[in-house]
């Protein structure tokens, strides 16, 4: 076994492990931290695919701004201590159910799908036509609706505050 499979299998391995953990952890702040186990060996996969940008980007937006801002959210609200309630048996078998005929699902996909070489050459990835585009406001330009989810997560980060401060009231 080589060092790229040993290290892919690692990363497999984690990432199922700490979604698992994420999912069914009844500590809200657990499951956070377990979600940036996931988030950070997912962009180990992209470090491992040559893929430095998407890498970069899943560790500074999802697993440096998002988790963090998860992990906040929770210390700022007080719920910290907070247990989530014992999942009942029929939400279980529910739950099962749907995630095997998910897995089922995607893997008929998989192998029913022809994989085919592509025969175009690869093109030299330039950052400054990937930096422009992605500061651009115009046709194709990514700047606009960075600005309305950032918006937007502002907003709902502000009212989940307000909301569960309101309760403790």
């Known amino acids: ?31 956070a ?33 998002i988790v963090v801002l998860i992990i906040f959210s929770i210390l700022l609200t007080s719920h910290i201590s907070e247990k989530f309630e014992p999942i009942k048996p029929q939400k279980k078998l529910f739950a099962a159910i749907a995630s095997i005929a998910g897995a089922v699902l995607c893997i008929i996909t998989i192998l029913d799908f022809k994989f085919s070489a592509n025969q175009v050459a690869a093109s030299e990835i330039n950052m400054n036509i990937i930096g422009k585009a992605l500061m651009n406001y115009e046709d194709n330009g990514y700047i606009l609706p960075f600005e309305v989810i950032s918006v937007l997560l502002l907003a709902a980060m502000v009212a989940s505050i307000v909301i569960a401060k309101k309760n403790k009231n």
């Open 33 to 65: 931290v377990f979600l940036l186990f996931v988030l950070v060996s997912t962009s180990g996969l992209y470090f491992m695919l040559n893929y430095q940008f998407l890498a970069a980007v899943q560790l500074t937006l999802y697993a440096g701004g």
């Open 1 to 31: 076994m080589s060092g790229n499979q040993f290290m892919f299998y690692l990363f497999a391995a984690i990432i199922v492990i700490f979604s698992i953990l994420t999912v069914t952890s009844r500590k809200i702040l657990r499951s």
